[in-house]
């Protein structure tokens, strides 16, 4: 009996020995690959390149964009947000609008590795255009002057000043205007400077913040 179990065993070992190997090589071709394989989920932050200096990205909408991953191991694990932001780029751009972006036509990523997922799809980029504008000083007073006194006459230096914001909005602003004159105070002919008012529409004075205010008072009843 021994001897027939012995000789079941070595027969064609050769080919049991192969089978064998070939199973365990099987085995370890999938297992392997089973642990090569990964999904991965993290959130990607959103960046704007080459902007005009005519214009400004006034809002960006997401500010990042979650992402769904799926591939080989080694090269999902390389992914990082601070690595592979989605970088728009506005070097066209010249004119005020909204923008719209398909998040996934902007990802960079290895060739083993697909996209499960991104939420949201589109990425909406605000901008606005710059523009200058020349507009005139419009003198502020309060009060009233002395009973013996009259306004002859007052003058902003200069008279138009050069504004700056974005052009949907400067369009819209007719004059500037000066902080007040208290006119109650005045005793007489006088120059002084006065601060420009600074509105929303208006981003920034171009050349001067202020202007000289020439005021010319006479007494009445004095004669012309």
């Not at 390389?78 to 066209?92: C, F, M, R, T």
């Not at 589109?122 to 009973?147: D, H, N, S």
């Amino acid at each position: 009996m021994a001897e027939k179990l012995k000789q079941l065993f070595f027969r064609n070992w050769g080919l049991k020995a192969s089978a064998l190997l070939l199973a365990l090589l099987v085995w370890a071709v999938v297992s392997g690959g089973e642990r090569a394989y990964s999904e991965k989920t993290l959130k990607l932050p959103v960046e704007v390149l080459n902007v005009s200096q005519n214009i400004e990205v006034v809002n960006l909408r997401p500010e990042e964009v979650t992402v769904s991953l799926k591939g080989a191991s080694k090269f999902v694990a390389a992914i990082a947000p601070e690595s592979h932001a989605i970088k728009i780029d506005l070097k066209n751009i010249k004119e005020s609008g909204k923008l719209n972006y398909f998040a996934e036509d902007y990802l960079d990523l290895a060739a083993g590795v697909q996209v499960v997922a991104v939420h949201p799809k589109m990425i909406e980029v605000f901008v606005e255009e710059f523009a200058t504008r020349e507009v005139p000083v419009r003198i502020q007073f309060r009060g009233r002057l002395p009973a013996n006194l009259r306004l002859k006459s007052a003058r902003a230096v200069p008279e138009r000043v050069a504004i700056l914001g974005y052009k949907s909005q400067v369009a819209d602003v007719e004059a500037v205007d000066t902080e007040e004159v208290d006119l109650g105070a005045v005793s007489g002919s006088q120059s002084r400077r006065l601060a420009l008012k600074q509105t929303p529409q208006i981003l920034k004075f171009r050349d001067q913040r202020d202007v000289e205010l020439q005021l010319e008072i006479e007494e009445r009843g004095q004669k012309k």
